[in-house]
């Protein structure tokens, strides 16, 4: 709406007052009345220009909290890409010594049996030794 229509919007339903001889208390209490209205009027005005204020400020915070939580988002979505990048290594290490291990206690149980089943056999024979030699004695 240009400024033209937004005067002419004001006046509709304005009524125009017929103008009469002055009175003299009159133009004392329009006096007053008008400037009661031009102080109201500066009043509001200055109001407005403290709220605008205000809000500009409060988008100027906003602005500024806004460009510190992006920065403090990148920052941690870079130490969460390097936590992210030593967790793999580390998954990977873990997999690699756990397959060591796998093959160690194989080897391990390969060497006791190795150990072992010489010493069974020595057992084996001097039980069956004895049973013999039981045998014999009987």
């Known amino acids: 709406m240009s400024v033209s229509q937004e005067f002419l919007a004001a006046l509709e339903g304005w009524e125009a007052r017929p103008v009469t001889e002055p009175d003299l208390c009159e133009p004392a209490v329009t006096t007053l009345e008008e400037q009661r209205r031009i102080r109201r009027m500066i009043s509001n005005r200055e109001s407005a220009r403290r709220s605008r204020m205000r809000k500009q400020r409060h988008l100027e915070d906003l602005r500024g909290q806004l460009n510190?939580?992006?920065?403090?988002?990148?920052?941690?979505?870079?130490?969460?890409?390097?936590?992210?990048?030593?967790?793999?290594?580390?998954?990977?290490?873990?997999?690699?010594?756990?397959?060591?291990?796998?093959?160690?206690?194989?080897?391990?149980?390969?060497?006791?049996?190795?150990?072992?089943?010489?010493?069974?056999?020595?057992?084996?024979?001097?039980?069956?030794?004895?049973?013999?030699?039981?045998?014999?004695?009987?």
């Open 68 to 138: 510190q939580l992006r920065s403090e988002n990148r920052e941690l979505s870079n130490q969460l890409e390097a936590v992210a990048h030593y967790c793999g290594l580390f998954r990977r290490d873990n997999y690699r010594l756990r397959s060591e291990s796998a093959v160690l206690m194989s080897r391990l149980t390969e060497i006791r049996r190795a150990l072992l089943l010489p010493q069974l056999h020595r057992l084996t024979s001097l039980a069956v030794d004895e049973t013999n030699f039981s045998s014999l004695i009987v």
